[in-house]
């Protein structure tokens, strides 16, 4: 089932954001076919969106997401679902709360993820991604400002020989 594709719902994603069953796709900037070219993770910088504006792009303001791919996937009964991802979060103004699950579509319920960097660090963040989250789905995050592919790339023999494009 597809459906049309839906402006961004708030003023978080950067301007001109569409969403759809498989794709997020930024001023007709694809963000599949991105990393198809890029692998992951990768970033795209574009213009933010003025608060409460209606969508209008900032003459001045960057925004930015990042997509990473999910290296693997647990259950834990102490924590729930979770993730580790080929890219470090810390390095970025992520926002949590828009996190989503791209280039698949899924029917399951959205649940809390816990998500992990391969670096190994004890933090984690906690999303809501869909339940049947796989390794080598990709997660594209929406931040606040300019974030930069060495701040969020991760410094492992895994991440450098990441897999190129949706699987």
């Known amino acids: 089932m597809t459906h049309t594709p839906t402006l961004a719902p708030t003023d978080m994603w950067p301007a ?12 007709a900037v694809s963000l599949t076919r991105l990393v198809g070219w890029c692998g ?3 970033v795209h910088t574009a213009d933010a969106v003025i608060p409460n504006s209606g969508g209008r792009p900032s003459e001045s303001d960057l925004a930015s997401v990042v997509i990473a791919r999910v290296v693997s996937v647990e259950w834990r009964s102490d924590l729930g ?7 470090d979060l810390s390095g970025c103004q992520p ?14 319920a959205r649940t809390v993820v816990i998500l992990t960097s391969e670096r190994g660090a004890l933090e984690g963040h906690a ?7 796989t390794a080598g789905d990709l997660v594209v995050v929406p931040c606040t400002g300019v ?3 060495h701040a969020v790339k991760v ?4 991440a450098a020989s990441s897999r190129r494009g949706p699987q």
């Open 127 to 133: 999303v809501l991604l869909r339940a049947d989250l």
């Open 147 to 149: 974030s930069v592919l």
């Open 95 to 108: 926002l949590l709360a828009e996190a989503r699950l791209m280039a698949r579509t899924s029917a399951r």
């Open 155 to 158: 410094a492992s023999a895994t």
């Open 40 to 42: 992951t993770p990768c």
């Open 16 to 27: 001109f954001t569409t969403h759809s069953d498989t794709d997020v796709v930024i001023a």
């Open 81 to 87: 679902l979770h993730a580790v991802i080929d890219a």
